[in-house]
């Protein structure tokens, strides 16, 4: 078989919040932000852009493609060393270490995926003063965010034959209601669990479809908020009981789906590696749910660079030609521009008023105005010497950028 082009990375790892009214302003608790959709919020530009930003601090924190998330004023960075897997809080004002802590967790890494190391790819997520790990072997963790103590530890291995898919674990969980909501288990059988975030136990579980490597959302179509994203091979929706409101097939080359699911008003948007990216207005009639169709654009399929909405527009970078920068009206699906290409393998996509920023995975940070006429770059920043894939973290005028093995806070 020949080389499979890997990345279950995806700096699809996250965790999400139904409500980010509990997070301050400058907090970013979870994958893509406090509403997951990688919006900053109440981000103010600078007057006029530097030719390079200031870095504060950097500091080696191991290997893998987590994301830091920084919640009252500590970063949380979770990370290799050797044979384990690390959890660490800095302060963000220095960098220094307020607290570690480290686990066995060995892990047998496909040889298609060797490039990239034995993670970790899930981003934590903080709710009510806990950290919640998902590390790539299926070692599931919640920790005090204050001094680091471990709280309790899921690691599946009674509940399925393997605990982690082909290229490891990278979805995050999801926190909502009180509920941690993860999907577990390996190829051919998995589940999405909700577990009981104080305590670790099961409260629900849908064993459908084994684990894929994006994220989930909490998204509410036709009054109903519902669990979706993609499973190994299907979109799926699930109420916040657990039972299944709707299913597509949905199967990538080597059931590599790792786009984390979009809401957008009332249409959800969807993608996938040498798929179209498509979207379907879900609705329920007499008592039934429908997934009809929206529109499908076949010129901007997407591996694992998960867009974004910004004013309306659907910006994002599909795999095309190395990497080409997209814009597409979200409700119709029409293609307005794209770049040359070459742009990078994989982007981690945010958007702040009218500016869209892009962290490639060759460290560069490209910030955009959001005009759907054409690619309107304001500035390239180059902020790391390393790989980037892990997805950054913007708050207090700055970026939190994780490369292959350090962590480092940039100002703008």
Same mark, same amino acid.
């Given at each position: 078989?020949?080389?499979?082009?890997?990345?279950?990375?995806?700096?699809?790892?996250?965790?999400?919040?139904?409500?980010?009214?509990?997070?301050?302003?400058?907090?970013?608790?979870?994958?893509?932000?406090?509403?997951?959709?990688?919006?900053?919020?109440?981000?103010?530009?600078? @007057?006029?852009?530097?030719?390079?930003?200031?870095?504060?601090?950097?500091?080696?924190?191991?290997?893998?493609?987590?994301?830091?998330?920084?919640?009252?004023?500590?970063?949380?960075?979770?990370?290799?060393?050797?044979?384990?897997?690390?959890?660490?809080?800095? %302060?963000?004002?220095?960098?220094?270490?307020?607290?570690?802590?480290?686990?066995?967790?060995?892990?047998?890494?496909?040889?298609?995926?060797?490039?990239? &190391?034995?993670?970790?790819?899930?981003?934590?997520?903080?709710?009510?003063?806990?950290?919640?790990?998902?590390?790539?072997?299926?070692?599931?963790?919640?920790?005090?965010? !204050?001094?680091?103590?471990?709280?309790?530890?899921?690691?599946?291995?009674?509940? $399925?034959?393997?605990?982690?898919?082909? $290229?490891?674990?990278?979805?995050?969980?999801?926190?909502?209601?009180?509920?941690?909501?993860?999907?577990?288990?390996?190829?051919?059988?998995?589940?999405?669990?909700?577990?009981?975030?104080?305590?670790?136990?099961?409260?629900?579980?849908?064993?459908? %479809?084994?684990?894929?490597?994006?994220?989930?959302?909490?998204?509410?179509?036709?009054?109903?908020?519902?669990?979706?994203?993609?499973?190994?091979?299907?979109?799926?929706?699930?109420?916040? %009981?657990?039972?299944?409101?709707?299913?597509?097939?949905?199967?990538?080359?080597? !059931?590599?789906?790792?786009?984390?699911?979009?809401?957008?008003?009332?249409?959800?948007?969807?993608?996938?590696?040498?798929?179209?990216?498509?979207?379907?207005?879900?609705?329920?009639?007499?008592?039934?749910?429908?997934?009809?169709?929206?529109?499908?654009?076949?010129?901007?399929?997407?591996?694992?660079?998960?867009?974004?909405?910004?004013?309306?527009?659907?910006?994002?970078?599909?795999?095309?030609?190395?990497?080409?920068?997209?814009?597409?009206?979200?409700?119709?699906?029409?293609?307005?521009?794209?770049?040359?290409?070459?742009?990078?393998?994989?982007?981690?996509?945010?958007?702040?008023?009218?500016?869209?920023?892009?962290?490639?995975?060759? @460290?560069?940070?490209?910030?955009?105005?959001?005009?759907?006429?054409?690619?309107?770059?304001?500035?390239?920043?180059?902020?790391?010497?390393?790989?980037?894939?892990?997805?950054?973290?913007?708050?207090? &005028?700055?970026?939190?950028?994780?490369?292959?093995?350090?962590?480092?806070?940039?100002?703008?």
């Amino acid at each position: 078989m020949r080389t499979i082009k890997y990345f279950a990375v995806i700096a699809s790892f996250a965790v999400f919040a139904i409500s980010s009214s509990a997070y301050a302003v400058q907090d970013w608790p979870q994958w893509r932000g406090p509403s997951r959709t990688g919006t900053i919020e109440r981000f103010t530009p600078p @007057a006029k852009w530097p030719d390079r930003p200031k870095q504060i601090w950097k500091v080696q924190v191991g290997a893998g493609h987590s994301s830091p998330i920084v919640v009252a004023g500590r970063v949380y960075v979770f990370t290799r060393a050797g044979e384990q897997e690390v959890v660490s809080a800095r %302060d963000l004002l220095n960098g220094k270490e307020v607290w570690q802590q480290a686990y066995d967790a060995p892990y047998q890494i496909n040889p298609a995926a060797s490039a990239h &190391g034995k993670g970790p790819k899930s981003t934590p997520a903080h709710d009510r003063g806990r950290i919640y790990t998902f590390g790539i072997g299926g070692i599931l963790s919640a920790w005090q965010a !204050e001094d680091g103590k471990r709280v309790w530890t899921r690691d599946f291995k009674k509940d $399925f034959p393997s605990t982690v898919p082909e $290229f490891g674990v990278a979805m995050s969980p999801a926190i909502v209601n009180g509920l941690l909501i993860v999907h577990a288990g390996g190829a051919g059988n998995g589940a999405v669990m909700a577990l009981d975030a104080i305590s670790g136990a099961t409260r629900w579980a849908w064993k459908g %479809d084994g684990p894929a490597y994006d994220s989930p959302i909490v998204a509410t179509f036709a009054a109903t908020p519902q669990i979706v994203l993609q499973s190994q091979r299907n979109l799926v929706s699930l109420g916040l %009981d657990g039972r299944v409101l709707w299913q597509l097939p949905f199967v990538t080359e080597y !059931e590599q789906n790792s786009i984390t699911p979009i809401a957008s008003g009332d249409l959800l948007i969807y993608g996938g590696l040498s798929k179209p990216t498509t979207a379907i207005r879900p609705s329920l009639t007499a008592g039934k749910w429908q997934t009809p169709q929206a529109w499908q654009n076949a010129d901007i399929p997407t591996y694992m660079s998960t867009p974004v909405v910004s004013g309306g527009y659907l910006f994002g970078l599909t795999h095309r030609n190395r990497g080409q920068f997209f814009c597409v009206e979200a409700r119709s699906g029409k293609t307005l521009w794209t770049t040359k290409g070459r742009e990078g393998e994989n982007a981690a996509m945010l958007t702040a008023g009218d500016l869209v920023m892009a962290m490639t995975t060759e @460290a560069e940070l490209v910030v955009l105005r959001n005009d759907p006429k054409a690619p309107d770059v304001v500035k390239r920043y180059t902020l790391a010497d390393s790989p980037v894939w892990a997805h950054p973290a913007v708050v207090n &005028g700055g970026i939190v950028v994780k490369d292959a093995e350090s962590l480092a806070y940039w100002r703008f």
